[in-house]
């Protein structure tokens, strides 16, 4: 007997292939308002390790989210920005924004 998913369900897995993970919406959050260096987007979450924001920011540029630029400089910088396709996942991250400012404030009247 074949089983069906529910509707919806295949562009759901799609997003978290590209989303899913611990810190890949946190990077993009901090790349919503224009590129950052490297460095900039280190120090903004510093508990992430050097490898794994590296791994993080290679999906996310092989998913044509984000786009990577050397800039010539000595020594040699690189920048991130969200690419034009990456652009379309601003309003997704405000909306999870807002939603975890509302389920924290829900939690927080629940223990009154």
């Given amino acids: 007997m074949e089983q069906t998913e529910p509707e919806g369900t295949h ?3 799609t ?4 989303l899913g993970g611990k810190w890949k919406i946190l990077i ?3 790349l919503r308002k224009g590129a950052k260096r490297y460095s900039a987007l280190r120090r903004s979450i510093p508990e992430i390790s050097e490898k794994m924001l590296i791994s993080q920011l290679k999906e996310l540029e092989k998913d044509e989210i984000v786009r990577r630029t050397v800039l ?14 990456g652009d379309t996942l601003l309003p997704v991250l405000e909306a999870l924004c807002a939603w975890g400012e509302y389920h924290e404030k829900q939690l927080l009247s629940s223990c009154d």
């Fill in 11 to 13: 562009w759901v897995r």
């Fill in 15 to 18: 997003t978290l292939n590209v």
């Fill in 28 to 30: 993009l959050w901090h």
């Fill in 72 to 85: 010539r400089s000595v020594p040699p910088q690189v920048e991130y920005a969200f690419t034009p396709h």
